[in-house]
T-cell receptor, first 113, second 109 residues
Framework: DGGITQSPKYLFRKEGQNVTLSCEQNLNHDAMYWYRQDPGQGLRLIYYSQIVNDFQKGDIAEGYSVSREKKESFPLTVTSAQKNPTAFYLC????????????FGDGTRLSIL | GIQVEQSPPDLILQEGANSTLRCNFSDSVNNLQWFHQNPWGQLINLFYIPSGTKQNGRLSATTVATERYSLLYISSSQTTDSGVYFCAVLKGGSEKLVFGKGTKLTVNP
């Protein structure tokens, strides 16, 4: 089935540790996105990429890093510089066309130990 | 930047009731989507509707782009409709989808 796969579903981070969240899509979409959701809030954009080997900061990029070495993969690293990383992280993808509707993975819940 | 406001913030219904959710946005947009986030966090794409009206089963949506609002109608609500409904817009020339804060819907049996 075509879709977006995020892993793991749950992730725990120790203080001072970097962790990487995986996002893979087999929809042949050009663009991929990472969002953060805090309890009771909407989604905020962390990073996005419209083409391989290129990505742009979103509204809350500080403390995060990404790479886009392959079209189907867009991993997000939560670094130790992100002081409040506990949140629900959602990955999305879309075609860069006149109808760029975004489709989402099932998310990763990150917590601090 | 563009502002997206959703109303009401919370809505409680009995099973079988109808409801209307509203999304207002502050500028012209090229893209408007409605999403349903279920209690497990999954975000489901309901409609891509920058203008006009679309229907999918018990759900329908209307966007009046010239007046900068969109409505999501849910008819004969079911308990499985519970969750948070988000409206998100994308302004022309921007790659960033801007989300509203959502409407939390609870449908009681």
């Amino acid at each position: 089935d075509g879709g977006i796969t995020q892993s793991p579903k749950y992730l725990f981070r120790k203080e001072g540790q970097n962790v990487t969240l995986s996002c893979e899509q087999n929809l042949n979409h050009d663009a991929m996105y990472w969002y953060r959701q805090d309890p009771g809030q909407g989604l905020r954009l962390i990073y996005y990429s419209q083409i391989v080997n290129d990505f742009q900061k979103g509204d809350i990029a500080e403390g995060y890093s990404v790479s886009r070495e392959k079209k189907e993969s867009f991993p997000l690293t939560v670094t130790s510089a992100q002081k409040n990383p506990t949140a629900f992280y959602l990955c999305a993808s879309s075609m860069v066309t006149l109808t760029p509707s975004q489709h989402f993975g099932d998310g990763t819940r990150l917590s601090i130990l | 930047g563009i502002q997206v406001e959703q109303s009401p913030p919370d809505l409680i219904l009995q099973e079988g009731a109808n409801s209307t959710l509203r999304c207002n946005f502050s500028d012209s947009v090229n893209n408007l989507q409605w999403f349903h986030q279920n209690p497990w966090g999954q975000l489901i794409n309901l409609f891509y509707i920058p203008s006009g009206t679309k229907q999918n089963g018990r759900l329908s949506a209307t966007t009046v782009a010239t007046e900068r609002y969109s409505l999501l109608y849910i008819s004969s609500s079911q308990t499985t409709d519970s969750g948070v409904y988000f409206c998100a817009v994308l302004k022309g020339g921007s790659e960033k989808l801007v989300f509203g804060k959502g409407t939390k819907l609870t449908v009681n049996p």
